[in-house]
């Protein structure tokens, strides 16, 4: 079956970048998008950008333009979200998610990795 | 962008009760096909969200028949037929329509 799996947790410094991976199996990886969110302390989801798998390309949401970086490596059927200039408000747990495929629609989530940012 | 407000905040329900949750876009949802570009995903606590209605009224596999979603253009509604303890946890509509994709607020479901 479909899954994800993302790497582990992440502690970084103010200013600091970071690079969450997320493996996909049980699918044929360039034929879906793969979607990245966030979810800070207590609060709701955020969407952030997403990628085609097959061709690399890329949209972001403008709150995060410049900082958000999302690639692929279609070899290891993994999808990579790197978030430069790390703040506190950064802390959060950040999923990655595949496309339906025929609408922007997640039936799949990756378990989330948790990235903490602390002086 | 498209601004997604639920209500309410939370939502203490009994089990065999019925249950609604509201949720309302700042522009239609719409798309040229037809469609409504409305999901809603239950987020069980310290898991990641499910998917539980896709399209506006859509169940995804695997979703009791409890779970229906209602609506078009701007107002939406999850509606549980029967609330069960398992259906615990915080409902979100998303819109899909254009991006960036926006969440409403969340509405936390509780048992009495």
């Known amino acids: 079956q479909v899954q994800f799996m993302q790497s582990g947790a992440e502690v970084k410094k103010p200013g600091a970048s970071v690079k969450v991976s997320c493996k996909a199996s049980g699918y044929t990886f360039t034929n879906y998008a793969v979607h990245w969110g966030r979810q800070a302390p207590g609060q709701g989801l955020e969407w952030m950008g997403w990628i085609n798998t097959a061709t690399g390309y890329t949209e972001y949401s403008q709150k995060f333009q410049g900082r958000v970086t999302i690639t692929r490596d279609t070899s290891a059927n993994t999808a990579y979200m790197e978030l430069s200039s790390l703040t506190s408000e950064d802390t959060a747990v950040y999923f990655c998610?595949?496309?339906?495929?025929?609408?922007?629609?997640?039936?799949?989530w990756g378990q989330g990795t948790l990235v903490t940012v602390s002086s | 962008e498209i601004v997604m407000t639920q209500s309410p905040l939370s939502l203490p329900v009994t089990p065999g009760e019925p249950a609604s949750i509201s949720c309302r876009s700042s522009?239609?949802?719409?798309?040229?096909?037809?469609?409504?570009?409305l999901d809603w995903y239950l987020q069980k606590p310290g898991q990641s969200p499910q998917l539980l209605i896709y399209?506006?009224?859509n169940r995804a596999p695997g979703v009791p028949d409890r779970f229906s979603g209602s609506g078009s253009g701007t107002d939406f509604t999850l509606k549980i037929s029967r609330v069960e303890a398992d259906d615990v946890g915080v409902y979100y509509c998303?819109?899909?329509?254009?991006?960036?994709?926006?969440f409403g607020g969340g509405t936390k479901v509780e048992i009495k």
């Open positions: 998610a595949k496309d339906s495929g025929v609408g922007w629609y997640f039936l799949s």
């Open positions: 998303m819109q899909g329509l254009q991006t960036p994709l926006t």
């Open positions: 399209l506006a009224s």
């Open positions: 522009q239609s949802l719409v798309h040229s096909d037809g469609n409504n570009y």
